[in-house]
């Protein structure tokens, strides 16, 4: 039972790493990034904090958000270790993209077909990396925890509520970017690839 436990765990954390794999090489490519990340993205560019400590903070306030939504009785005991436990997982992630950072830091694309590449390979890490995640079944990231418990609090269905929570996201990013630098940043076409296909590839 414990060893079933562990190997349960240790595949959760393969899953993460490959689903950092799946970003960085999705930023590399530089046709955007996924809508998860474009909030973080476009913070670093503005920012000298990394995209794994932006990634972090972000995901601490999705996992202050759970502990608002589950307040006033809307949540257990349970719920609430579901949501401590995401804290240690966000910041192992936020290392292994950081980490993967630093090893694809001279990778850069010198012609488009080379940067659908990178894309396709980003989306199929990420994909693969989501299997990993929730094939265990042992904690939920912060951004899918964010969604659950938004949608049982207002009882919502959870795919249309994340369909929107990720309209959100990309919504952010481009009026930030706008923002600070007058112009789109961190959300092109990549984007859209990688929102449409990591699913399909899930399925697959």
């Known amino acids: 039972m414990i060893r079933k436990t562990i190997l349960r765990y240790i595949t959760f954390i393969i899953g993460l790493y490959f689903l950092s794999l799946g970003i960085v090489f999705i930023v590399t490519s530089t046709l955007g990034t996924t809508p998860i990340s474009s909030v973080n993205y476009v913070v670093t560019l503005h920012t000298p904090i990394s995209l794994g400590t932006a990634t972090f903070l972000i995901n601490v306030l999705l996992i202050i958000g759970q502990f608002w939504l589950i307040r ?17 997982f966000s910041l192992l992630f936020a290392i292994f993209i ?3 950072m630093a090893l694809a830091g001279s990778i850069e694309p010198t012609s488009y077909p080379m940067a659908l590449a990178l894309l396709g390979a980003g989306c199929i890490s990420q994909a693969v990396g989501v299997v990993l995640e929730l094939k265990p ?3 939920i990231m912060s951004a899918e925890g964010f969604v659950k418990y938004a949608a049982r609090r207002y009882n919502k269905d959870f795919g249309r509520l994340k369909v929107i929570f990720d309209v959100v996201l990309v919504s952010s990013a481009l009026l930030l970017g706008i923002a600070c630098s007058g112009h789109i940043e961190g959300v092109r076409e990549g984007t859209v690839i990688a929102a449409l296909s990591t699913g399909f590839i899930v399925s697959f």
Request: aromatic residues 0%; neutral net charge.
């Open 72 to 88: 006033a009785g809307h949540g257990t005991r349970k719920d609430r270790v579901e949501i401590l436990l995401q804290l240690p």
């Open 98 to 100: 950081d980490l993967n």
């Open 137 to 139: 079944n042992v904690a």
